[in-house]
């Protein structure tokens, strides 16, 4: 089957860093996606990993290893504005036209 | 306008009545997608669309569901017969080609069915 786990809550400081893991089982692999979801808003993109490694962009980094079927998405120098879901979606062989998503990891930032 | 829009924002229905949802995506946009989002859970993959026709309609969950796009464009989700596990958000997304990985959400419908 097809499968996308990540922790259901985390919680962080203002100012810190924190890590949100994603472990993914799927048929075929096109690659993986992060999204940011405010509470009652749409999704917007945040990252796209297709290759081992580490991709950065600003304050968001995402990390990928396709033998262990793992991501994880880091954020640095967290702001209150960063309390949101984070969703992490795989490309199986459906291609990008057809994202499997987890059911998202809700972060809460304190100050 | 400047991002994917969807009409109505909120809609309440009685169970056994029909409804439609409306996505206008970006325009240029030549690929569009539904997804629905039950409370607390995942996104979860409805149907594609590449110019007006649909190359997987896998994820509709039962026959009740169906989609069309028109004029590569607007495109419209209709469910029959509502049951109450048909509440949740409906999301319409589009990307500028079925090559590019980057989707554009709308803000969603959130069906209640009563």
């Known amino acids: 089957g097809q499968n996308i786990d990540q922790p259901t809550e985390m919680t962080a400081t203002e100012g810190a860093i924190v890590q949100i893991n994603c472990t993914y089982q799927t048929s075929g692999f096109n690659g993986l996606f992060w999204y940011q979801q405010h509470a009652g808003e749409a999704p917007t993109f945040l990252s796209y990993n297709v290759l081992d490694g580490l991709e950065e962009k600003g304050r968001f980094s995402s990390f990928l290893s396709r033998s262990k079927g793992y991501s994880y998405l880091l954020l640095k120098e967290l702001q209150m504005k960063d309390s949101a879901s984070y969703l992490c979606a795989v490309s199986g062989s459906g291609g990008y036209n057809k994202l499997i998503f987890g059911a998202g990891t809700r972060l809460a930032v304190h100050p | 306008g400047a991002g994917v829009s969807q009409s109505p924002s909120n809609k309440v229905t009685e169970k056994g009545k029909d409804v439609e949802l409306r996505c206008d995506p970006i325009?240029?946009?030549?690929?569009l997608y539904w997804y629905r989002q039950r409370l607390g859970q995942g996104l979860e993959f409805l149907i594609y669309?590449?110019?007006?026709?649909?190359?997987?309609k896998s994820g509709l969950p039962s026959d009740r569901f169906s989609a069309e796009r028109t004029g590569e464009s607007v495109s419209t989700l209709t469910i029959q017969r509502t049951q109450q596990e048909d509440s949740a958000v409906y999301l319409c997304?589009?990307?500028?080609?079925?090559?590019?990985?980057?989707?554009?959400f709308g803000p969603g419908t959130r069906l209640t069915v009563t």
């Open positions: 669309f590449q110019g007006n026709s649909a190359p997987d």
């Open positions: 325009s240029g946009h030549t690929a």
């Open positions: 997304a589009s990307s500028l080609a079925a090559a590019a990985y980057e989707q554009y």
